[in-house]
């Protein structure tokens, strides 16, 4: 098996490098997100919804207020290869706890910043809907964390990443 560490240790020694390493991913990510909009809005000629660009800024920054908590998940429930149907299983329903929590905060929120921007708000089932459609890139952002999160050296000795060099591939321990 793997040997047993002490998980509030591992967190306040990195706990720099891990904040570092989630503001970068996800700064990065919102960054691509508004380019890509913003190239969406000129090449149709449309204009830009500030609703639509205030609900993305509000959804990245929930997210990245919830990687610590998925970086906890993955590092103490891991992948492991004698068990990979039910620890993925199990992740699963893990990212769709995530993805309900960011959702129950994310709503409200962007309800009332309508409400004061437009006057009106839309009902919920609207952004339901949305959220549905969506549910897929929520899950793959999840497992995105998950599997790119550098397990502790001396938790897993024969994984050779650390948290400054991060490797992008999914960790199974055997």
């Not at 989630?22 to 380019?35: D, G, R, T």
Request: glycine share 2%; proline share 5%.
């Amino acid at each position: 098996m793997f040997n047993q560490f002490d998980l509030k240790e591992f967190f306040r020694k990195n706990r720099k490098q891990i904040l570092i390493s989630i503001f970068l991913f996800w700064l990065i990510f919102a960054l691509l997100i508004i380019i890509e909009d913003e190239l969406g809005v000129r090449i149709s000629n449309h204009k830009a919804d500030p609703i639509d660009r205030l609900q993305y800024c509000i959804r990245w920054v929930l997210w990245t207020l919830l990687t610590p908590l998925i970086i906890f998940l993955a590092v103490k429930f891991p992948i492991r290869k004698k068990s990979i149907l039910t620890d993925i299983s199990k992740h699963f329903i893990f990212a769709l706890f995530i993805t309900a929590l960011e959702f129950a905060i994310e709503i409200p929120v962007i309800r009332y910043a309508t409400l004061h921007i437009t006057g009106s708000v839309q009902p919920v089932t609207e952004y339901a809907a949305i959220f549905i459609l969506k549910l897929n890139i929520y899950l793959l952002l999840y497992f995105l964390v998950t599997g790119t999160f550098p397990y502790p050296k001396q938790s897993f000795p024969f994984l050779k990443c650390s948290l400054i060099r991060i490797s992008f591939s999914i960790h199974i321990i055997p």
